[in-house]
């Protein structure tokens, strides 16, 4: 492949991204609620996104189900802790939960969130 192909094929992919990035952003909009990027840490909220990634890591000898939530401004990681799976739970699922944002290893974290899966 030329570099000039090269180029285009990584400029197609980006644009093709952040269209997606778009298109959650407006989708979750209508929702009435907070989008990530804005949501305090701490306070009570109702996030809404699609699970990017879902991935079973232990966490102190116990069982942890982590997720990668995205609305299309950024990005929570949701984990259930006790759970090796939920039904429902998979990459590319919509998702409403409703938690408080904490930080854990500079990461923007909900643990144990109320959810509603989203058809």
Do not use: C
């Amino acid at each position: 492949m030329s570099k000039g192909r090269l180029r285009q094929t990584l400029s197609n992919w980006a644009n093709n991204e952040d269209q997606h990035a778009r298109d959650l952003q407006e989708e979750y909009a209508d929702a009435g609620v907070t989008p990530i990027a804005e949501a305090p840490d701490r306070e009570l909220l109702r996030l809404r996104g699609t699970l990017r990634t879902v991935t079973l890591r232990p966490r102190g000898g116990v069982p942890a189900l982590e997720a990668e939530l995205f609305d299309g401004t950024d990005v929570v990681t949701v984990v259930w802790l006790g759970r090796r799976r939920i039904a429902g739970i998979t990459p590319g699922r919509s998702l409403q939960v409703q938690g408080r944002i904490g930080r854990h290893d500079g990461m923007r974290t909900i643990y144990n969130p109320r959810y509603e899966l989203i058809p």
